[in-house]
Nanobody
């Protein structure tokens, strides 16, 4: 069974950091582009950061540029999202997704989705 599992979410104060992990089971991530998306209450899901299967191409939404970093460790079959200088507006459920479709940054058509992990930024 192909599965993506996110972890690392939680409650953090403004200015703090979290590292989200997206672990795959049932398949290897080597040939998959991976995306991190988020959805806040009452808002549409948005692409936060995406990375190509090779890791050679990345995308960041303007709202997170300079604060978030996406990386992949194929040996661990895991992709990470390091989030620094967190703001209250970063509060959302964060999802990771995997795709073998044509790479189009976060507009890539993603085939597999995790269940999400809650990130809350509040004092």
């Amino acid at each position: 069974q192909l599965q993506l599992v996110e972890s690392g979410g939680g409650l953090v104060q403004p200015g703090g950091s979290l590292r989200l992990s997206c672990a795959a089971s049932g398949f290897t991530l080597d040939y998959y582009a991976i995306g991190w998306f988020r959805q806040a209450p009452g808002k549409e899901r948005e692409g936060v950061s995406c990375i190509s299967s090779s890791g050679g191409s990345t995308y960041y939404a303007d709202a997170v540029k300079g604060r978030f970093t996406i990386s992949r460790d194929n040996a661990k079959n895991t992709v990470y999202l390091q989030m620094n200088s967190l703001k209250p507006e970063d509060t959302a459920v964060y999802y990771c997704a995997a795709s073998r479709q044509r790479w189009r940054l976060c507009a890539t058509s993603f085939d597999y989705w995790g269940q999400g992990t809650q990130v809350t930024v509040s004092s």
